[in-house]
């Protein structure tokens, strides 16, 4: 049309940002043509899920359960060696006798963690949809509360801190008063050996992100980590606990989707979504443009 310069759609991002992606999503800087909105897990995998963006951090389990369309970044993740801290069943009673589990809607990958792990065990807890602080859920009747994401880092540090000068973060699980914190990526470890993938970086196989969004992916990543110190204590002023516990918080983290990684989520995906298609992963960092045939 005369007059009229066809534009190309921006290329639309969706960033789960909890405090454990802040190493790669604080200093990035979008290119041009990328744009940007965030949301809690669930959200992000809708809007991939449904086309509102083009990709995504989304829960791993998500990406397997549509492995016939989806593609993942080859060397992004959110995944721990154990525990992880953020992700824990606060309960009042030993697992084997729980009767009613809240679970928060902001999850699918831990709540297909978590029953995954309750069925390794014989276990059948009634697990409900139910939001709200874990104290405050397990007072009103639950004897299981599911909770993710930074709420959850700090109920865990309500029950588990303040930690004393020289004390570890690693003596698991903790308790106080009445209730029990079970760290679900330590259950797995002590399951599996395995690294768990919490997150990965998912698109649509037909619409692959611009290199050039990799390219700043990768350098944020590399910025943020080499500036964990000031990461973890902005963060740690939002969060209001200590830089330390966050800077342990945040180094614990395994964000390159390594082969470790990758085994532990073979491992799940085999467990959680039995006969999914395989899982496929985009091109290595720097073999971008060999596919795009450039
Ligand atoms: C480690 C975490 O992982 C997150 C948990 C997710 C889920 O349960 O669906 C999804 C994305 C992850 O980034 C966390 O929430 O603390």
């Not at 969004?213 to 350098?219: D, H, P, S, T, V």
């Amino acid at each position: 049309m005369p007059g009229h310069e066809r534009t190309t759609p921006p290329y639309r991002a969706g960033w789960i940002h909890y405090t454990n992606v802040a190493p790669i999503l604080d200093p990035l800087r979008l290119p041009p043509g990328v744009t940007a909105i965030t949301g809690v897990p669930t959200e992000m995998n809708s809007a991939l899920l449904s086309g509102r963006v083009d990709i995504a951090n989304i829960s791993a389990v998500e990406f397997i359960r549509n492995a016939d369309r989806l593609e993942a970044l080859p060397d992004f993740s959110v995944a721990v060696l154990g525990a992880v801290y953020s992700v824990n069943l606060f309960h009042t009673w030993p697992l084997e006798e729980l009767r009613r589990v809240a679970l928060t809607a902001q999850s699918a990958m831990s709540v297909a963690l978590l029953e995954v792990l309750l069925r390794g065990r014989g276990l059948s807890p009634r697990l409900e949809r139910a939001e709200g602080e874990a104290e405050e859920l397990l007072a009103s009747g639950y004897d299981g509360v599911l909770r993710i994401g930074d709420s959850a880092l700090r109920e865990w540090y309500g029950v588990a801190g303040p930690l004393t000068p020289g004390g570890s973060m690693t003596a698991l699980p903790n308790a106080a008063r009445g209730v029990t914190v079970t760290d679900l990526a330590q259950e797995w470890f002590a399951l599996t050996g395995h690294p768990f993938v919490f997150a990965v970086w998912a698109y649509r196989r037909e619409n692959p992100p611009p290199p050039a969004l990799l390219q700043a992916m990768r350098e944020a990543r590399r910025q943020g980590l080499g500036h964990l110190a000031d990461v973890s204590k902005r963060h740690a002023l939002k969060l209001g606990l200590p830089g330390r516990v966050v800077q342990h918080y945040l180094w614990n983290f395994r964000y390159h989707l390594e082969a470790p990684d990758r085994l532990g989520l073979s491992e799940f995906a085999a467990l959680a979504v039995p006969g999914h298609a395989p899982l496929r992963f985009g091109p290595r960092p720097g073999e971008e443009m060999l596919r795009a045939g450039g």
